[in-house]
């Protein structure tokens, strides 16, 4: 249960990273674009209200959780799916965006305060362990920090909460492949990743033929999307590069990584 309890904290300190963030911001600031297309500052944090809603939902009914699905995938096709689940959160005030997504962390942190180490909880894609889904959680609070970050032209320290979402990103090797429809190549990758603190982490066989190494800060931003492997220092080689270039480590349909910004 240790584990558990140290990805429960992490969270909470990622959530809290981005909190001193958005707190501060005015109403101007609320509406920057980010890099994400047609998505300004509102519309990112109001992602993460939205999906830590339905992530407590998951854990403390299942059965609600499933219709909500439901309602998103026949939204899509009537409202938008933006329109749904944003659509509430853009109608609010600066203060009450802000409460709002503080009400839902309370949610999911109390819900998540009942997982086990062998409770498997549904969601969008296939259902996820409670390791992987609390790290999912802490993956999606820091990528769409990220891009509230970069717009508003706030500065965030990297620290080795990173490790979660580096070994998330590892694991979802497979997943980069088969949400496209593709197999991933046979053979073996080993990463290598120097953490914020200078800690080296490692997984995949130490004897592989192709390997990624490089910042693990440049990695986590490379498998939630958030840059194009040619634009960080990561460097990787045969099948590594392959999987980068494609690298999704979030559920949901099949996404491209941005172009590279520099040519």
């Known amino acids: 249960m240790a584990e558990l309890d140290a990805l429960r904290s992490d969270l909470a300190a990622e959530q809290r990273a981005l909190d001193d963030i958005v707190s501060a911001l005015s109403d101007e600031q609320w509406g920057l674009a980010t890099s994400s297309p047609g998505w300004d500052v509102t519309d990112q944090v109001g992602h993460l209200t939205y999906f830590d809603g ?19 995938f026949d939204a899509a096709t009537t409202v938008g799916p933006d329109e749904f689940t944003l659509g509430a959160f853009r109608a609010r005030t600066s203060a009450g965006r802000l409460q709002a997504w503080r009400a839902n962390r309370q ?4 819900a998540s305060a009942t997982l086990a180490e062998d409770t498997r909880v549904i969601w969008y894609g296939p259902p996820m362990g409670a390791k992987s889904f609390l790290t999912a959680r802490l993956m999606e609070v820091w990528a769409h920090g990220a891009d509230v970050a970069e717009a508003v032209g706030a500065s965030r320290e990297a620290t080795d909460r990173l490790r ?10 497979g997943w980069s492949y088969a949400v496209r429809g593709e197999t991933a190549p046979p053979g073996d990758v080993r990463l290598e990743l120097t953490g914020p603190s200078g800690d ?3 997984w995949g066989p130490a004897d592989a033929p192709d390997s990624a190494t490089g910042p693990a800060e440049d990695f986590c931003l490379v498998v939630t999307q958030r840059r194009h492997l040619d ?5 990787a080689t045969g ?3 392959h999987w980068l270039l494609r690298a999704q480590a979030f ?3 099949a996404t491209d990584p941005p172009a590279p910004r520099r040519q």
């Open 231 to 235: 634009d960080t220092a990561l460097e």
């Open 164 to 173: 979660h979402i580096a070994q998330l990103g590892f694991i979802t090797r």
């Open 54 to 72: 339905t992530a407590a939902m998951a854990i403390t009914d299942p059965e609600g959780f499933s219709a909500g699905v439901a309602a998103l």
């Open 107 to 110: 949610l999911l942190a109390a």
């Open 251 to 253: 559920a949901g349909g």
């Open 200 to 202: 080296v982490w490692a």
């Open 239 to 241: 099948l590594a590069r």
